[in-house]
Nanobody
């Protein structure tokens, strides 16, 4: 059973918006942090945004002010609202969830569960 399932990716023109969703209904209890990462071919996976204990948020400098991370505990779903998209945002976006969450939010090892990704393509 895939524990994290992303959706909402697609193709959009520059300046447009997308909202990604991450369904976490199959994840065991005790998740303290969730995050979005992205990756392009030949590059390392990089942190985009994270939310800790449903409240504290972190953003990469490149998306600050354009992206918003949120969490709906009742629906066990995390979202990433992406506005003012640019071609530089084109990537595969991955959802992640962690149990302890005591380290740096951008560290891959902070997270215990990963989704398979959803592709976001932004054209100029």
């Amino acid at each position: 059973v895939q524990q994290l399932v992303e959706s909402g990716g697609g193709s959009v023109q520059g300046g447009g918006s997308l909202r990604l969703s991450c369904a976490a209904s199959a994840v065991p209890h005790g998740i303290r942090c969730m995050a979005w990462f992205r990756q392009t071919p030949g590059k390392e996976r990089e942190g985009v945004a994270a939310i800790y204990r449903g409240q504290t948020t972190h953003y990469a400098d490149s998306v600050e002010g354009r992206f918003t991370i949120s969490q709906d505990n009742a629906k066990l779903t995390m979202y990433l609202q992406m506005n003012s998209l640019s071609p530089e945002d084109t990537a595969m976006y991955y959802c992640a969830a962690g149990r302890l969450c005591r380290g740096w939010w951008k560290a891959l090892g902070e997270y215990d569960y990963w989704g398979r990704g959803t592709q976001v393509t932004v054209s100029s």
